[in-house]
């Protein structure tokens, strides 16, 4: 099942959200029809609504940028904690933005659906 819920989906499991203004709820039945294709773990996701694309396109790439700057900050404050062993200046607050971008991220993204997409 597509989206959607009423039609099949080619073997490639692509869900298409189409652009169709039918009534003054039709940005409320686009974001329904992303979550149901989100829950059904499609492989590909097109957003034809361009302010639907927009808003999850910024949510994915922000969820991104905060993974990988938990990581990165992480990996500095270790590197740096070899680098000068007697001086905890440059790795205290690397471990504390790390842990803190860590926390968002487990608290906001993990669980999400939108995590296991690209933009």
């Not at 499991?13 to 169709?20: C, D, S, Y």
């Not at 686009?30 to 396109?57: H, N, R, W």
């Not at 842990?99 to 659906?113: E, K, N, P, R, V």
Request: with cysteine; proline share 3%.
């Amino acid at each position: 099942m597509d989206a959607g819920g009423d039609r099949a989906l080619h073997s490639t499991n692509i869900a298409v959200i189409r652009e169709v203004y039918d009534s003054e709820y039709s940005q409320h039945c686009f974001s329904m029809e992303l979550e149901k294709a989100l829950d059904s773990c499609c492989s590909y996701i097109v957003i034809e609504p361009s302010q639907l694309g927009d808003e999850t396109a910024r949510w994915i790439s922000f969820g991104n940028y905060l993974h990988k700057t938990a990581v990165i900050s992480g990996v500095t404050s270790i590197v740096s904690g070899f680098v000068w062993p007697d001086n905890f200046t440059p790795q205290a607050p690397l471990s504390i933005f790390s842990m803190l971008c860590t926390g968002l991220y487990t608290a906001s993204w993990q669980f999400d659906h939108c995590v296991k997409y690209q933009v």
